[in-house]
């Protein structure tokens, strides 16, 4: 990168992140790990990066990176401003509020940030009037509208809100595909003139810690089946475990034996999965983990005998980049941006019917070809697409920013 630094001018840039969520909270944390080390990678004679964190526990991990770290706590006024916007005051309005009274306003005009990243879409990157670089992951709101934990009333509201005023305020948003940019201008190109320029394809990678485990000797086998396939994935409705067991039954019927592991906790779809197991008869065949640590979780891709994740959500998801790192075979849905991002290192199927999850399946439980296929292909399309090249694309965005 310090090659092409040399095209533009010799000025430093001033780029800040903010870091809203908990270090505990996921596959947030994760993406936001993965912009921190991008942006710790960016030229020092080029770039000067400030983390904003909202919490302490952030202060190691962002001055781990040598980045300059500034605590921005929240405050009973962001929360006035926010409801006041809710009352239909006009956003305009609130963003001068928030310019003169907001304390992040002032610390961003204080370090003289020229460009701040939100990596999580928060609300008060559209509050603040420094150009905002907006990470938007998903509009499953519009498209999967039967599934409450995403479309009930009140949440389609509050992300109307915040996803309208993103595509108006943002000065460059990320998404994370080819098919998550047309949703994006699709949902909202009308309300935002001029959106077709500024929203830019990021896509997610695995997280550090199993980028961190390549090249080291696997970990101790799980304490789980001797083969099973392997679905991390919290317990909402969406995720469609409902149809994975189905197809397991299905499979059993015939006198194939699948065994499967689920990790993540409990939502809320939990209660139906629960039942459908003891219904189905299969309490011999499927072990639920809950939550379970980075370490374990790398374990359980490593020992297993294939991915399955029958998901509904999209555009695109991170469990197969997970897979295609570990050396683990992938069976997926065919949805939104899904086969864009695997390309030909997964089995795809319609999530809807079992039938054809339970044919991928089988076909991953037998056949040692297929599966040997998937996992070379799998470390092609990891290879393609990893690190190095995402913070190589950041790079090229936050320069033509």
Request: a neutral charge.
């Amino acid at each position: 990168m310090g090659e092409r630094s040399k095209r533009s001018s010799d000025t430093k840039k001033r780029i800040g992140i903010y870091l809203e969520r908990h270090p505990d909270s996921g596959g947030a944390y994760q993406y936001c790990l993965a912009m921190l080390k991008s942006l710790a990678a960016l030229p020092k004679e080029r770039y000067e990066v400030t983390a904003f964190i909202m919490y302490e526990e952030w202060r190691p991990i962002t001055e781990g990176f040598g980045l300059r770290t500034i605590y921005a706590q929240k405050n009973k006024l962001e929360k006035v401003i926010y409801h006041l916007a809710e009352l239909a005051l006009p956003v305009g309005v609130c963003r001068k509020l928030c310019r003169l009274l907001h304390p992040f306003a002032r610390a961003l005009r204080r370090e003289q940030i020229e460009a701040c990243i939100y990596p999580c879409a928060d609300k008060i990157s559209f509050m603040m009037d420094t150009p905002a670089v907006v990470s938007v992951f998903d509009l499953m709101h519009r498209y999967l509208t039967e599934f409450p934990e995403i479309s009930a009333p009140e949440i389609y509201k509050s992300r109307e809100r915040s996803y309208t005023n993103i595509a108006r305020y943002a000065r460059m948003i990320f998404v994370d595909s080819e098919v998550g940019r047309q949703q994006m201008l699709e949902c909202y190109g009308e309300q935002a003139e001029g959106l077709e320029k500024k929203v830019y394809p990021l896509p997610f990678i695995a997280p550090d810690y199993v980028y961190e485990s390549v090249g080291k000797p696997p970990y101790p086998r799980p304490d789980v089946f001797e083969t099973y396939l392997f679905y991390p994935a919290q317990f909402w409705k969406h995720k469609n475990h409902g149809r994975l067991l189905a197809a397991i039954a299905l499979l059993k019927k015939e006198g194939v034996r699948v065994n499967l592991v689920c990790s993540g906790t409990g939502k809320n779809g939990y209660e139906d999965v629960c039942r459908q197991i003891r219904e189905l008869q299969l309490e011999d065949q499927v072990k639920i983990l809950g939550y379970v640590s980075n370490e374990e979780m790398v374990a359980l891709y490593q020992h297993a005998r294939a991915l399955v994740m029958p998901t509904f959500g999209g555009p695109t998801n991170i469990p197969q980049l997970e897979a295609f790192v570990l050396g683990c075979p992938v069976a997926t849905s065919r949805i939104f941006g899904i086969p864009e991002q695997v390309g030909d290192a997964a089995l795809l199927f319609d999530p809807a019917d079992v039938n054809e999850i339970a044919d991928c399946v089988k076909a991953l439980w037998q056949d040692d070809a297929l599966c040997g296929r998937l996992i070379r292909a799998g470390y092609e399309r990891a290879a393609h697409w990893g690190e190095r090249q995402f913070a190589e694309r950041l790079y090229d965005y936050l320069e033509e920013l």
